[in-house]
Each structure stands twice: as C-alpha cells, then as structure tokens.
C-alpha cells in the first residue's frame, strides 16, 4: 500500500531512551518548527518520548503544538511506595499523551514480564492517556524460526483487553535490530506485521483492523520510506536517529503529502 492509500493515521515516535538534557529542547522546537512550516501537509502524528526529567520543560514549550510527547515507561499503580518510579498519572499531568510499555531494553534491564507489560498499559489506559505496547523476537529466537510464536504471545499476553486504536499502539521492535544498524527486509516486516495485524483483528475484532502497528529497529533516514510503505506498517519508533531534529524530521518525511 502506498502512502496516498493508508487508511490509518501514522505515528511516527521518537524514543529519546537515557539521552538529552535542557539543551535537547532545542532539537524538538526545531522538530516543531517544521510541523509548523516547512512539513505542515503531514499526514502523521509526531511525538517525542524524552526522559523524564525533561518532559514538563518541553510540554511547557511545545504544549499544544503539533508536536506530542509521550513517557518511556510507568508504574502500574497511581501512587504509593515505589522509590523511582512513575505513574501514568504523572506523566499525564507533567504533560505527556502516551507512555511507552514494554519496550526490550526494560524487559532485559528489569526482567519485566508480559503480565507486566500488561499491567502498565492498563495503566496508562486508567490515566487517560495511550499505551505504545512494545514486542519483538531476539536474534535467537529469530534464528530458531519462533519469530511469529514469539511475537503472537507477547501481543496475546501484553494488551489489555480494553485495548482501542485510539489508546493503544503496538509497536514491533525485533530486539536484534534495536541500535545495530540491522534492519528484517521488507518481506519479513510484511509477514510479521501481517500476522500481528491477525492477532489483533482475532482478539478486538473491528478495533484490531484499525490499531496502528509501529516498526521500530534501526529505523534511519535512508531506509524509512522502504520500511514505511510495507504493508501494516502505520509508523516508526525510532530511537537513535530521533536525537536529532535533521535526521528525525528525514524520517517524519516521509509522510509528507505531496
Ligand atoms: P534504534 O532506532 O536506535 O535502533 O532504537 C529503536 C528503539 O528501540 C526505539 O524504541
């Protein structure tokens, strides 16, 4: 499908991970600058995950602008005794629209589990604000063949019930593709993409058709546009390229109705 065909509005999300200080806002305004001008015909949502301790400063700058910010990771209870962590409940007030679950690095980091995961994205759903549920298979489990068995479970296991397309994104990150510069062709994002697209449709019926399924790994501007046309490809996580602004926005171009 091409991009003029899509039927679901893509999300493109820049995973800014343990990186950025007061100084990074520069690179988001910037991010913003072009929604605002250059890049005002895009046809896709644009959000920014930076850590935590800049997100208030950067809602306060880019509140209400095209540009939406999102947490990398939250608690799954409101409040209570939990030295260094984060509800969901703060990120929404501190000014962020989703929150990142499950992404690879926080289940090999902190051993966390699909049930979780799960627990997180109800969460970020209690909050009122989005859940971008996040699986992929590790290289391992990609040269066994559990490619598909892998991701089929962690999506079963991973997504609250409640989910709808409009507080849940999933988001496919193969753990082997994360940073290295590897990326699946485009004939193996297309298989995987298709098959989470039938889980999602068997376990949310009609919600499923519509939910947006993000490719995330090594996502760079000179490889975009190929992985972004594949099929049931509705956007990037991206991560190192989302650091800065001229690299993100090549990548945001993408979806640039022309
Ligand atoms: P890279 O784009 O740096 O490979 O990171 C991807 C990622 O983990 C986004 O969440």
Redesign the pocket.
């Known amino acids: 499908m091409g991009i003029a065909g899509r039927k679901i509005r893509p999300l493109v999300a820049g ?1 800014w ?1 343990m990186n950025g200080d007061k100084a990074s806002l520069a690179e988001a305004e910037a991010v913003r600058d072009a929604l605002l001008g250059p890049f005002a015909s895009l046809a896709a949502d644009v959000m920014i995950a930076p850590p935590v301790t800049l997100l208030a400063g950067f809602a306060a700058a880019l509140g209400g602008g095209p540009v939406l910010l999102a947490g990398q990771d939250c608690h799954p209870r409101p409040c209570g005794a939990h030295t260094g962590d984060i509800a969901a409940e703060m990120l929404k007030e501190s000014g962020a629209s989703a929150v ?1 679950v499950g ?3 926080r289940r090999a980091d902190h051993g966390e589990t699909n049930a979780e995961v799960r627990a997180k994205a109800e969460a970020a759903h209690r909050a009122g604000i989005g859940a971008i549920v ?1 699986i992929g298979e590790t290289k391992d489990e990609r040269i066994a063949g559990l490619t598909l068995d892998v991701v089929r479970r962690q999506l079963k296991e991973s997504m609250p019930e409640i989910s709808t397309a409009a507080n849940t994104v999933l ?1 496919y ?1 193969p753990v082997w ?4 510069g590897l990326t699946p062709t485009a004939e193996d994002v297309k298989d995987v993409h298709a098959a989470i697209r039938d889980v999602l449709v068997d376990l949310f019926g009609m919600e499923g058709d519509k939910m947006r399924i993000l490719y ?4 760079k501007p000179d490889n975009a546009a190929v992985l972004m046309a594949v099929e049931n490809v509705d956007g990037a ?6 650091l800065k602004a001229s690299d993100f926005l090549a990548i945001v171009r993408t979806y640039v109705g022309e």
């Open positions: 995973n991970k990142i992404h690879s690095e996040c988001a990150e593709a994360i940073g290295t995330g790994g090594s996502v996580l991206v991560g190192g390229a989302s």
